[in-house]
C-alpha cells in the first residue's frame, strides 16, 4: 500500500492540472465530419426517407471496412444524413444492397441480440471521447440503445424514449431515427460540436464498415470518432418525465399443516411513481415513491458448499441505469483476480439478515427482501469536466412473526432501518487520456434492537481514489485506486466481522494478525495498480498487482470474498486479425498468477496458456492449459491453521459451429485433478435455434462430476488436540454430481410485443465418505476416523457418534449426517408490450419448486420425476407503467 499510494496520487495529478477543454486531445487523424443541417419543422418518422427536409442534408458515403477486407471500402453502397431540429436530432440512413433478397432481418425484443443486418449510432453529445449512446436498428425495425462507458462496456438498462423505423425495398433498406435531445445528456457550448461514429453491418458477408474509420491494430474507442458540426448552439432545456405504476400481485404457495400465518396465498397491489427531473442539459435527478424494485428475472439456483458469499448481479432498473458512473477502481488490466465491489447496489433491498430458524421457531412469516421506501439518484456531468454520481436510499425496518415450542406468538426485527449513500467524482482531461476520481460511502444502521446490534455494524464507511492514464494513442494505459474502510458497531458485530470467511482474524497461527473481541471498530485499505499496453498490430499484455489488508471491509454495500492477501498478475498475448488460409483470427496467451497474504505465504499460484480462433469456416475453437504447482491454503479450516494445498492442474476445450446460421451448436469441456486424487469433469453443451425470424430458443445444459479429497464439515473444540492448536478439523471425501439446463425461449411478435420463457431443472447430490481430521498445520495430510485415528459408527438417525483417538481422553463428539440431494425447478414468463413510447405493461408468471432429502447417490430418472413432486410456488403479476414527458 505504502508503494501504491505514492503512485495514483502522482498518476492523478494531471488531470486536476489540465483545464477541461480540447487541449491535448488526441484526435483521429482526418477525423470525418457529418454537418448537421438546421430545421425548423417537424419530420414525420416511418422509415422513407421522403420528408422534403431530408433533401436539406449532405450525405456522407465514405465508409470503410473493418471487417473482412481492411482498409477497403464497404462493399454496398451506404449513405447517412443528419437534422437538427429544436428539439430532437434526425438520423436517416439509405442501405443500398444489389441482393435485397438477402438482406438478414430478425425480430427480437429490444436490447436483444439483433443477430442480423443493422446501423448503429453512436454519439459523444459530451465530446469527452470517452463515453457515448449508441442506437441500433436492424432492417425489420427490431432495435436496442445503450450506453457506452469509459471502457467500451454496453449498459442496456439505459432505455431512452425514441423513434425509429425502417422499410426494405428493392433498392435495399432504409432507417429513420428521431433522438429527443432530451433524452442526451450534453454540455451546452456555442460551437455545437459533438462526437459521431455510425457503423454498418451486414451479417450475410460478416462485414463491418465504420464511417469514421479506425485500424484493428488501433483501439477502436470513442476517441477514434468523427465529428458531428452544425449543431449550433443549443439550449439548455428542464425536462420533467414521470413514470407512475400500478401492480397487482398474487402468490400461492404450499403451507405447512397448521401453519397460523399463512393460508396458501398472498395478494398485494401498490401504486408508485418514479421521476426523471433534467435540472441541466447534463444533470440528472432520478427519484422514486413506493418503488417497485421486483425482478423481472430469478436468480438462478445454486448449492454453494464453500465459506464464500455467491455473486449475483444486479438487474433493477433503477440500479443498474447509469451504473457507469458509480463503477470505481475500473482497469484495462486482463488478467487480475479476487475483485473488490465498493458499491453492490443488491445489498440495499437485500433479504433481512437475521434468519429464524433452528429449535424454538416452529412457525416463521417473515419477508423475504427489505422494503426500500425511497431511493434519490443524481448523475450527470459538469461544465467542468467532472462527472458526478449521488445515489441515497432508505430501507424498512423489518419484522418477522414466530410462534415458539409453546404456542405464543412473537413478533421481532430481522433487519434495522438503514441508510445507504454512495457519493462518485470523476473528472476526464486531455481529451479523456487522463481521469481521476472519488468515492465515498456510508451506512448507516438503527441500533435501538439489541439482537441486530450485537451481530450487524451500526456504521460503515469508505472512501478511495482511483485512475486512468492512457498514452501512445491509447495504446498504453496505467490504471490504479487505493480504497480505505471503516466499520463501527458493538464488539459483537466487530467480532463477526473479524471471525468472517472474509478475513479468519481467529486463525491460531497466524501471528500477523491481532485478533481481538472486544473491539469496537476496524479499519483496512485496498489498492491495485497495472501496466497495460491495449493496442498493438500483435503484443498486448498486463502486468498487475493488488493489495487487500486483514482488516479492509465493504461487505455493508459493497462486495468483496477476501482480504489479507497480495497479488502479482502477468499476462502476454499474441492476436492476428488478418484472415489467412486456416483462420479468419486467432491469439494465444500466457499468464500467472501469485497471492500471498500479509506474513508472504504463498496461497497461490497458477501458470496457464491459452490459444483460440475463428477459422475461415466461422467455426471457432479454444483451449487452456493450466499447471497449479501447490501452496499454502490459510481459508481451508476455516478459522483454523494454515494447510498445503497439493499441485494440480486443468484442460479445458471449446469449440462452436458456424454463428453465421440459423442454428448454433457449441460445448466446452473442463478436466481438472490435484496430486492428492481430487478431480472434476465439467461438460457445457450449448444450442441456439431461430427456428423463424421472430423466435429464439436456447439450451444450456450442464453436467459435472467431482471428487473433492478434502471438503470442510466441522470444527469441534478438543483441548488435547495440542498439535492443531485445541480444535479438530474435520473433512471429508466429497463425491458430487450435479445436472442442469437452463432453457431459454424468446418470441417476439413485434418490436414493441415479445414473449420470453426461462426454465432451469436443476439437481445436484453430495455423497460424504471417508470424514477425517487435518493431522497437523501446514500440510495436505489426514487422518481418517476408523482407520487412522479413533473409532466411528453411525446410529439409526443417521449421526456419525466419532471418538477421535479410541479410549483416550479426547473428547467424542457427533456430527450429522452431511449427505444431501437436492432439487430445483425455477420457471419464468413474460409478456412485454411497449403500447406508447416509454410505457408498457407486463405480465408475468414466477413458478419455483424446490426440495433437499438426506441422502447423497445420484439418480437421473428418480431426481428428476422428483422435481415436479414438491409443492409448487406461483406467483402472478400485472405491472403498468405510463411515461408522461413534460
Given at each position: 500500500?505504502?508503494?501504491?499510494l505514492?503512485?495514483?496520487?502522482?498518476?492523478?495529478?494531471?488531470a486536476?492540472?489540465?483545464?477541461p477543454?480540447?487541449?491535448g486531445?488526441?484526435?483521429h487523424?482526418?477525423?470525418?465530419?457529418i454537418?448537421?443541417?438546421?430545421?425548423?419543422?417537424h419530420?414525420?418518422?416511418?422509415?422513407?426517407l421522403?420528408?422534403p427536409?431530408?433533401?436539406k442534408?449532405t450525405?456522407?458515403?465514405?465508409?470503410?471496412?473493418r471487417?473482412p477486407?481492411?482498409g477497403?471500402p464497404?462493399?454496398?453502397?451506404?449513405e447517412v444524413?443528419v437534422?437538427i431540429?429544436?428539439?430532437a436530432?434526425?438520423?436517416g440512413a439509405r442501405?443500398y444492397?444489389?441482393e435485397?433478397?438477402?438482406?438478414r432481418r430478425?425480430?427480437?425484443r429490444?436490447?436483444?441480440?439483433?443477430a442480423s443486418?443493422?446501423?448503429?449510432v453512436?454519439?459523444?453529445?459530451?465530446?469527452?471521447h470517452?463515453?457515448?449512446?449508441?442506437?441500433r436498428?436492424?432492417?425489420?425495425?427490431?432495435?436496442d440503445?445503450?450506453y457506452?462507458d469509459?471502457?467500451?462496456?454496453?449498459d442496456?438498462?439505459?432505455?431512452?424514449?425514441w423513434n425509429v423505423?425502417?422499410?426494405?425495398d428493392?433498392l435495399?433498406?432504409t432507417a429513420?431515427?428521431e433522438?429527443?435531445?432530451?433524452q442526451l445528456?450534453?454540455?451546452p457550448s456555442p460551437?455545437g460540436v459533438w462526437?459521431?461514429?455510425?457503423?454498418?453491418?451486414?451479417d450475410?458477408k460478416?462485414?463491418l464498415?465504420e464511417?469514421?474509420f479506425t485500424?484493428?491494430?488501433?483501439?477502436s474507442d470513442?476517441?477514434?470518432?468523427g465529428h458531428?458540426?452544425?449543431?449550433?448552439?443549443?439550449?439548455?432545456p428542464?425536462?420533467?418525465e414521470i413514470?407512475?405504476?400500478s401492480?397487482a400481485?398474487?402468490?400461492?404457495h404450499?403451507?405447512?399443516r397448521g401453519?397460523?400465518?399463512q393460508?396458501?396465498?398472498?395478494k398485494?397491489?401498490?401504486?408508485?411513481?418514479d421521476?426523471?427531473?433534467?435540472?441541466t442539459s447534463n444533470?440528472?435527478?432520478d427519484?422514486?415513491?413506493?418503488?417497485d424494485?421486483?425482478?423481472?428475472?430469478v436468480d438462478?439456483?445454486?448449492?454453494?458448499l464453500?465459506?464464500?458469499?455467491t455473486?449475483f448481479p444486479?438487474?433493477?432498473?433503477?440500479f443498474i441505469?447509469?451504473?457507469?458512473?458509480?463503477?470505481?477502481?475500473?482497469?484495462?488490466?486482463?488478467?487480475s483476480?479476487n475483485?473488490?465491489?465498493?458499491?453492490?447496489?443488491?445489498?440495499?433491498?437485500?433479504a433481512p439478515?437475521?434468519?429464524?430458524?433452528?429449535?424454538?421457531?416452529?412457525?416463521?412469516?417473515?419477508?423475504s427482501?427489505t422494503?426500500?421506501d425511497?431511493a434519490?439518484?443524481?448523475?450527470?456531468?459538469?461544465?467542468s469536466?467532472?462527472?458526478?454520481?449521488?445515489?441515497?436510499?432508505?430501507?424498512s425496518?423489518?419484522r418477522?412473526?414466530?410462534l415458539?415450542?409453546?404456542?405464543?406468538m412473537h413478533?421481532?426485527?430481522v433487519e434495522?432501518?438503514?441508510?445507504y449513500f454512495?457519493?462518485r467524482?470523476?473528472?476526464e482531461?486531455?481529451?479523456g487520456n487522463?481521469?481521476v476520481?472519488?468515492l465515498g460511502?456510508a451506512?448507516?444502521?438503527d441500533?435501538?434492537?439489541?439482537?441486530?446490534?450485537s451481530?450487524?455494524r451500526?456504521?460503515?464507511?469508505t472512501?478511495?481514489v482511483?485512475?486512468n492514464r492512457y498514452?501512445?494513442?491509447?495504446n498504453?494505459?496505467l490504471d490504479?485506486y487505493v480504497?480505505?474502510s471503516?466499520?463501527?458497531g458493538?464488539?459483537g458485530?466487530?467480532?463477526?466481522?473479524q471471525?468472517?470467511?472474509v478475513?479468519y482474524?481467529?486463525r491460531p497461527d497466524?501471528d500477523?494478525?491481532r485478533y481481538?473481541p472486544?473491539r469496537?471498530f476496524?479499519?483496512?485499505a485496498?489498492?491495485?495498480?497495472?501496466?497495460n499496453k491495449?493496442?498493438?498490430?500483435h503484443?498486448?499484455g498486463t502486468a498487475t498487482?493488488?493489495d487487500?489488508s486483514?482488516?479492509f471491509e465493504?461487505?455493508d454495500?459493497g462486495?468483496?470474498?477476501?482480504?489479507?492477501?497480495?497479488?502479482?498478475?502477468?499476462?502476454a498475448?499474441y492476436?492476428?486479425?488478418?484472415p489467412?488460409r486456416i483462420?479468419h483470427?486467432?491469439?494465444?496467451?500466457a499468464?500467472t498468477?501469485?497471492?500471498f497474504?500479509?506474513?508472504w505465504?504463498l496461497t497461490y499460484q497458477g501458470?496457464?496458456a491459452?490459444a483460440e480462433?475463428?477459422?475461415?469456416?466461422?467455426?471457432?475453437?479454444?483451449t487452456?492449459?493450466?499447471w497449479?504447482?501447490g501452496?499454502?491454503?490459510d481459508?481451508?479450516?476455516r478459522?483454523g491453521?494454515?494447510?498445503r494445498?497439493?499441485?494440480?492442474?486443468?484442460?479445458r476445450f471449446?469449440?462452436?459451429s458456424?454463428f453465421?446460421?440459423?442454428y448454433?451448436?457449441g460445448?466446452q469441456?473442463?478436466?481438472?485433478?490435484d496430486?492428492?486424487g481430487?478431480?472434476?469433469v465439467?461438460?457445457?453443451?450449448?444450442?441456439?435455434?431461430?427456428p423463424?425470424?421472430?423466435?429464439?430458443l436456447?439450451?444450456e445444459p450442464?453436467i459435472?462430476?467431482?471428487r473433492?479429497?478434502a471438503?470442510?464439515?466441522?470444527t469441534?473444540?478438543?483441548?488435547?488436540a495440542t498439535?492443531?492448536?485445541g480444535?479438530?478439523y474435520v473433512?471429508?471425501t466429497?463425491d458430487?454430481?450435479?445436472?442442469?439446463?437452463?432453457?431459454?425461449?424468446?418470441?417476439?411478435?413485434?418490436p414493441?410485443?415479445?414473449?420470453q420463457?426461462?426454465?432451469?431443472?436443476?439437481?445436484?447430490?453430495g455423497?460424504?465418505?471417508?470424514?477425517?481430521?487435518?493431522?497437523?498445520?501446514?500440510?495436505?495430510d489426514f487422518?481418517v476416523?476408523g482407520?487412522?485415528?479413533?473409532?466411528?459408527q453411525?446410529?439409526?438417525?443417521?449421526?456419525?457418534q466419532?471418538?477421535p483417538?479410541g479410549?483416550g481422553?479426547?473428547t467424542?463428539?457427533?456430527?450429522?449426517?452431511?449427505n444431501?440431494?437436492?432439487?430445483?425447478?425455477?420457471?419464468?414468463?413474460v409478456?412485454?408490450?411497449e403500447?406508447?413510447?416509454?410505457?408498457?405493461?407486463f405480465?408475468?408468471w414466477q413458478?419455483?419448486?424446490?426440495?433437499?432429502?438426506?441422502?447423497?447417490?445420484?439418480?437421473f430418472?428418480?431426481?428428476?420425476r422428483?422435481?415436479?413432486?414438491n409443492?409448487p410456488?406461483?406467483?402472478f403479476a400485472?405491472?403498468?407503467?405510463?411515461?408522461?414527458g413534460?
Amino acid at each position: 500500500m505504502r508503494v501504491i499510494l505514492p503512485l495514483v496520487l502522482f498518476a492523478a495529478l494531471p488531470a486536476f492540472a489540465q483545464a477541461p477543454d480540447s487541449a491535448g486531445v488526441y484526435q483521429h487523424e482526418d477525423a470525418p465530419t457529418i454537418h448537421a443541417a438546421p430545421i425548423s419543422e417537424h419530420i414525420r418518422v416511418d422509415g422513407k426517407l421522403d420528408d422534403p427536409a431530408w433533401s436539406k442534408a449532405t450525405p456522407v458515403d465514405r465508409f470503410t471496412q473493418r471487417d473482412p477486407d481492411e482498409g477497403r471500402p464497404v462493399s454496398e453502397r451506404t449513405e447517412v444524413r443528419v437534422l437538427i431540429g429544436e428539439d430532437a436530432l434526425y438520423v436517416g440512413a439509405r442501405l443500398y444492397d444489389r441482393e435485397p433478397t438477402k438482406v438478414r432481418r430478425r425480430l427480437v425484443r429490444r436490447d436483444e441480440d439483433l443477430a442480423s443486418d443493422y446501423l448503429a449510432v453512436l454519439i459523444d453529445s459530451y465530446h469527452d471521447h470517452l463515453t457515448a449512446y449508441r442506437f441500433r436498428v436492424n432492417p425489420a425495425g427490431s432495435y436496442d440503445d445503450s450506453y457506452i462507458d469509459s471502457r467500451g462496456n454496453a449498459d442496456f438498462s439505459w432505455d431512452p424514449v425514441w423513434n425509429v423505423r425502417t422499410t426494405v425495398d428493392s433498392l435495399g433498406w432504409t432507417a429513420e431515427m428521431e433522438i429527443p435531445l432530451s433524452q442526451l445528456r450534453y454540455n451546452p457550448s456555442p460551437e455545437g460540436v459533438w462526437g459521431i461514429q455510425v457503423r454498418r453491418w451486414i451479417d450475410r458477408k460478416q462485414e463491418l464498415a465504420e464511417f469514421s474509420f479506425t485500424p484493428k491494430k488501433q483501439q477502436s474507442d470513442v476517441s477514434r470518432f468523427g465529428h458531428l458540426t452544425g449543431l449550433g448552439e443549443l439550449s439548455a432545456p428542464r425536462h420533467v418525465e414521470i413514470l407512475p405504476y400500478s401492480l397487482a400481485k398474487a402468490d400461492y404457495h404450499a403451507v405447512a399443516r397448521g401453519d397460523p400465518f399463512q393460508d396458501g396465498s398472498k395478494k398485494v397491489g401498490s401504486v408508485g411513481a418514479d421521476l426523471k427531473y433534467g435540472l441541466t442539459s447534463n444533470l440528472t435527478l432520478d427519484a422514486t415513491v413506493n418503488p417497485d424494485f421486483g425482478q423481472v428475472e430469478v436468480d438462478p439456483a445454486v448449492v454453494n458448499l464453500t465459506a464464500v458469499e455467491t455473486f449475483f448481479p444486479e438487474r433493477r432498473p433503477f440500479f443498474i441505469e447509469g451504473a457507469d458512473l458509480f463503477r470505481f477502481g475500473q482497469s484495462r488490466s486482463q488478467n487480475s483476480f479476487n475483485s473488490t465491489i465498493p458499491f453492490h447496489a443488491r445489498r440495499i433491498g437485500r433479504a433481512p439478515q437475521l434468519t429464524l430458524s433452528g429449535g424454538g421457531y416452529n412457525y416463521v412469516d417473515g419477508p423475504s427482501v427489505t422494503t426500500i421506501d425511497a431511493a434519490l439518484k443524481l448523475t450527470g456531468k459538469t461544465r467542468s469536466g467532472w462527472s458526478v454520481g449521488v445515489l441515497d436510499a432508505v430501507t424498512s425496518r423489518e419484522r418477522a412473526r414466530y410462534l415458539d415450542d409453546v404456542g405464543l406468538m412473537h413478533r421481532v426485527p430481522v433487519e434495522p432501518l438503514t441508510n445507504y449513500f454512495v457519493g462518485r467524482l470523476r473528472r476526464e482531461s486531455g481529451g479523456g487520456n487522463t481521469s481521476v476520481g472519488l468515492l465515498g460511502t456510508a451506512v448507516a444502521r438503527d441500533g435501538s434492537d439489541s439482537t441486530l446490534a450485537s451481530m450487524l455494524r451500526s456504521r460503515a464507511f469508505t472512501g478511495g481514489v482511483d485512475f486512468n492514464r492512457y498514452w501512445a494513442n491509447r495504446n498504453w494505459s496505467l490504471d490504479g485506486y487505493v480504497l480505505g474502510s471503516y466499520v463501527r458497531g458493538s464488539a459483537g458485530a466487530i467480532d463477526r466481522a473479524q471471525r468472517s470467511s472474509v478475513r479468519y482474524y481467529q486463525r491460531p497461527d497466524a501471528d500477523h494478525l491481532r485478533y481481538d473481541p472486544t473491539r469496537t471498530f476496524l479499519t483496512g485499505a485496498a489498492g491495485q495498480l497495472s501496466l497495460n499496453k491495449i493496442g498493438g498490430e500483435h503484443w498486448v499484455g498486463t502486468a498487475t498487482y493488488q493489495d487487500w489488508s486483514p482488516g479492509f471491509e465493504v461487505n455493508d454495500v459493497g462486495y468483496m470474498n477476501a482480504a489479507d492477501a497480495r497479488g502479482f498478475s502477468w499476462l502476454a498475448l499474441y492476436k492476428e486479425n488478418k484472415p489467412g488460409r486456416i483462420f479468419h483470427n486467432w491469439d494465444a496467451f500466457a499468464f500467472t498468477n501469485h497471492s500471498f497474504n500479509y506474513a508472504w505465504d504463498l496461497t497461490y499460484q497458477g501458470y496457464e496458456a491459452d490459444a483460440e480462433g475463428t477459422f475461415r469456416n466461422y467455426w471457432y475453437g479454444e483451449t487452456r492449459v493450466s499447471w497449479y504447482p501447490g501452496g499454502y491454503d490459510d481459508r481451508l479450516t476455516r478459522g483454523g491453521p494454515m494447510s498445503r494445498v497439493p499441485p494440480g492442474g486443468r484442460v479445458r476445450f471449446t469449440v462452436n459451429s458456424d454463428f453465421r446460421k440459423s442454428y448454433l451448436a457449441g460445448w466446452q469441456g473442463n478436466w481438472t485433478w490435484d496430486d492428492a486424487g481430487g478431480r472434476s469433469v465439467q461438460h457445457n453443451p450449448s444450442l441456439t435455434l431461430h427456428p423463424s425470424s421472430s423466435a429464439l430458443l436456447r439450451l444450456e445444459p450442464t453436467i459435472r462430476v467431482s471428487r473433492d479429497m478434502a471438503q470442510y464439515v466441522a470444527t469441534e473444540s478438543d483441548p488435547t488436540a495440542t498439535v492443531t492448536y485445541g480444535s479438530r478439523y474435520v473433512f471429508a471425501t466429497l463425491d458430487q454430481t450435479s445436472i442442469s439446463l437452463d432453457t431459454r425461449l424468446n418470441w417476439t411478435f413485434s418490436p414493441k410485443l415479445s414473449l420470453q420463457l426461462y426454465l432451469q431443472p436443476f439437481v445436484v447430490s453430495g455423497l460424504y465418505k471417508d470424514l477425517k481430521e487435518l493431522a497437523a498445520p501446514r500440510k495436505y495430510d489426514f487422518s481418517v476416523y476408523g482407520r487412522q485415528a479413533g473409532t466411528i459408527q453411525r446410529d439409526s438417525t443417521g449421526v456419525y457418534q466419532i471418538d477421535p483417538d479410541g479410549p483416550g481422553p479426547a473428547t467424542a463428539f457427533s456430527i450429522p449426517d452431511p449427505n444431501f440431494n437436492f432439487r430445483s425447478l425455477l420457471g419464468n414468463a413474460v409478456l412485454r408490450w411497449e403500447y406508447r413510447p416509454g410505457s408498457a405493461v407486463f405480465l408475468v408468471w414466477q413458478q419455483s419448486r424446490s426440495e433437499e432429502q438426506p441422502f447423497g447417490d445420484f439418480d437421473f430418472s428418480r431426481d428428476f420425476r422428483a422435481l415436479l413432486d414438491n409443492g409448487p410456488e406461483n406467483i402472478f403479476a400485472v405491472k403498468a407503467t405510463y411515461w408522461l414527458g413534460i
